[in-house]
């Protein structure tokens, strides 16, 4: 290993950066070099950026498995191009965190995270590109886990293409962490883990399920309070699979209120109030809220974290079990 790579520049839409090849990488590829010494942009565009010609050694062109001696100069001159073809909308953004490397925001419930069919305008992708038009040209406009659309809480958003590396190698490592407040049905006797393989659904394709050949999933809960007919509990993700929370509690007969999809027949505990059983018919999503979120901040390299309030649905229903 050589140099840290000069001449950087995170704000342009053009990369220029150089780096000396050490001799001790004598006869080792120039993909796997190239990977070591521009760390903060991902394997496939480095590749591609070799294959275009917009990462040289010593000004020429070569191919990605080309051996180096040590000694080389490695070139960046590479401009970064729009993602994908999304419109920018003026939508409010209710923003926890902001600096250079990251936003961090609170997601309100009814909103769709990334564009796709049948959803191309109204997402938090739109309101994002017109929030900061600069992440046109980081990967999903930096957008690099999910919350389902009616999941309120918190989402990191990585503003730059470094960051952006750097938070999808940590949500791999499993250095983020991410807790959940949920209210599901039944009286839970106390905390557990789930640690079952998520899949997609055999039969209807839009769901998952717990399946064998899944991948694996990990979910540990603890109760926070117990009501008559249903638990507020605490829930840490190890894993991020698809719809993760929802699936697992629903394995092991604890469906999150108001989840039309992985919840069943809702159920309504008898002997309640008229008020409970029309604030529990009428709850619209699934009460499930992405309470506090932490990571090793992409510029600094400290741990930090951000707690966000319940919002106020899951909260009037949090009061409503308590009155009965």
Not at 9 to 22: F, G, N, P, R, W
Not at 36 to 44: G, K
Not at 80 to 104: N, R, S, T
Not at 304 to 319: N, R
Request: net charge negative; hydrophobic share 40%; proline share 4%.
């Amino acid at each position: 290993m050589s140099d840290f790579p000069e001449q950087i520049d995170h704000h342009s839409d053009q990369i220029e950066q150089t780096a000396v090849v050490s001799t001790s990488d004598c006869g080792r590829r120039l993909d796997q070099i190239a990977a070591e010494l521009f760390a903060d942009f991902s394997r496939s565009r480095l590749q591609q950026w070799i294959k275009t010609g917009e990462l040289r050694v010593d000004g020429q062109q070569q191919s990605p498995k080309f051996k180096l001696l040590g000694g080389e100069q490695l070139a960046i001159s590479a401009e970064l191009k729009a993602e994908g073809e999304w419109q920018a909308e003026e939508i409010p953004l209710d923003i926890v965190h902001e600096d250079e490397h990251i936003i961090v925001i609170n997601k309100p419930t009814n909103m769709v995270v990334h564009p796709a069919a049948g959803n191309r305008q109204g997402t938090l992708l739109n309101a994002l590109l017109f929030h900061c038009p600069q992440l046109e040209s980081v990967p999903r406009a930096g957008i690099v886990h999910r919350l389902d659309k009616d999941t309120t809480g918190l989402m990191v958003v990585a503003k730059t293409l470094a960051a952006h590396t750097d938070l999808v190698a940590q949500l791999q490592a499993r250095t983020v962490s991410r807790e959940y407040e949920a209210v599901v049905s039944g009286v839970m006797t106390g905390g557990g883990l789930v640690d079952q393989p998520i899949g997609r659904h055999p039969k209807q394709r839009k769901k998952m399920a717990v399946v064998k050949d899944g991948k694996e999933a990990r979910t540990h809960y603890k109760v926070l309070e117990r009501f008559a007919g249903h638990t507020h509990i605490r829930l840490k993700l190890e894993t991020g699979r698809t719809h993760q929370i929802r699936v697992h509690m629903a394995s092991i007969n604890y469906p999150i209120v108001g989840d039309d999809a992985y919840g069943g027949r809702p159920r309504v505990p008898k002997g309640i109030s008229e008020q409970l059983r029309e604030t529990l018919q009428q709850f619209g999503r699934q009460a499930l809220h992405a309470r506090e979120l932490g990571l090793i901040h992409p510029g600094s390299g400290e741990f930090i974290s951000w707690a966000t309030e319940l919002p106020d649905d899951m909260q009037l229903l949090l009061a409503a079990l308590a009155a009965g």
